[in-house]
């Protein structure tokens, strides 16, 4: 079994940055991909940036893309989440999730309980 605890929300203003973190413990492999989702109110959940521990390949959102970075300290089993030039769209619950096989934007396993993030205008 894999847990999954994120850290690091709050309430922000917009043009400002956050750095939400996960801290991983359990059964992991190197193999893993891990990645970052959010939830606003009334909408679905969507994925928004992710990586794989094995290469540090990432991906991300079109929404985040030059915003936001992903990054992974194996060492400390930490997946961090860099948010800059924060929008009052970004307003959301962010999830941590890992997922047992290759990075994609689905199909992850594990999830964390969530971390609210909101950004004023």
């Known amino acids: 079994q894999v847990q999954l605890v994120e850290s690091g929300g709050g309430l922000v203003q917009a043009g400002g940055s956050l750095r939400l973190s996960c801290a991983v413990s359990?059964?992991?492999?190197?193999?893993?991909?891990m990645g970052w989702f959010r939830q606003a109110p009334v909408k679905e959940r969507e994925f928004v940036a992710g990586i794989s521990w094995r290469g540090g390949t990432t991906d991300y959102a079109d929404s985040v893309k030059g915003r936001f970075s992903v990054t992974g300290d194996a060492s400390k089993n930490t997946v961090y989440l860099q948010m800059n030039s924060l929008k009052p769209e970004d307003t959301a619950v962010y999830y941590c999730a890992a997922r047992k096989s290759y990075l994609a934007r689905s199909g992850f396993d594990y999830w964390g309980q969530g971390t609210q993030v909101t950004v004023s205008s």
């Open positions: 359990g059964r992991t492999f190197s193999s893993y991909a």
